[in-house]
């Protein structure tokens, strides 16, 4: 990828993709760790054994740490639509940010600016559909909350990076949260992306409602919550639906 700007800081984490290499989905991350410096630092570690391909910084600067044809070592345990092996197909993106354990706040502008100039150049380049841009909280909703719900995915997906579609206000429609709606509303998440097993249905809500419904992310299948999963799944499958058809 070529993208002016961008300040290199070689990590030895990382490893071979395969051949051919296979990128076709983006991971947004936050740090979590109280400075850039120190992010940056641990990411760079032998000893740490993690990594990412970019570190983007509070007042825009972004770092590259992995090559974008290597692996980095940045998803950890994680699923998306049946994938699990998702170091292997992807580019991570950490954003320095303290995180829900630090002190997590807004992302500020010069820094958001500088994410949407960095996956637009990604998206230049490599196949990656909307679909599969995603956060590390909806590919590991079990341990990680990340990039949190102040991140902002509709500045994102108007730029056409992501899905975002609008909410709609009118929750007259919504499904309830009886047995069989409940089952529906669990299918949505799944349609999505979402790996939904046995014992981790509400924190995959969770992990929806922070990126989609970030005015509350109790985990509850609400009302409102099951009426948000049904027009996203509807977002979702069109963007599916149009890549397909484009390829």
């Not at 983006?26 to 570690?45: N, S």
């Not at 070592?73 to 995180?99: K, Q, T, Y």
């Not at 809500?205 to 609400?222: I, S, T």
Request: proline residues 7%.
């Amino acid at each position: 990828m070529i993208l002016s700007g961008v300040l290199d800081r070689p990590s030895p984490n990382y490893l071979p993709r395969g051949d051919p290499a296979r990128i076709d989905m983006l991971v947004i991350h936050y740090t979590g760790m109280k400075t850039a410096p120190e992010a940056i630092d641990r990411l760079c570690d032998p000893s740490a054994k993690v990594s990412a391909h970019y570190v983007v910084e509070e007042n825009g600067t972004i770092w590259r740490l992995v090559p974008d044809r290597k692996r980095a070592f940045h998803a950890g345990r994680s699923c998306w639509a049946g994938e699990s092996d998702l170091n292997a197909v992807s580019i991570g993106i950490e954003i320095v940010n303290p995180g829900h354990e630090w002190g997590y706040r807004r992302f500020p502008e010069e820094q958001m600016a500088a994410v949407e100039r960095l996956c637009s150049a990604l998206l230049a380049c490599f196949p990656i559909p909307p679909h599969r841009i995603v956060g590390h909280s909806d590919i590991a909703p079990d341990r990680k909350s990340d990039p949190g719900e102040l991140f902002d995915w509709p500045r994102l997906a108007r730029a056409g990076i992501g899905i975002w579609p609008e909410p709609t206000t009118d929750l007259g429609r919504g499904r309830g949260v009886g047995v069989i709606e409940h089952a529906g509303a669990l299918a949505d998440l799944a349609a999505i992306g979402y790996c939904v097993t046995a014992g981790v249905e509400s924190t995959c809500v969770a992990a929806f409602q922070r990126r989609f419904r970030p005015q509350r992310w109790d985990g509850r299948l609400d009302a409102e919550t099951a009426r948000r999963l049904a027009e996203v799944r509807a977002a979702y499958d069109r963007a599916r639906y149009d890549h397909a058809r484009r390829h």
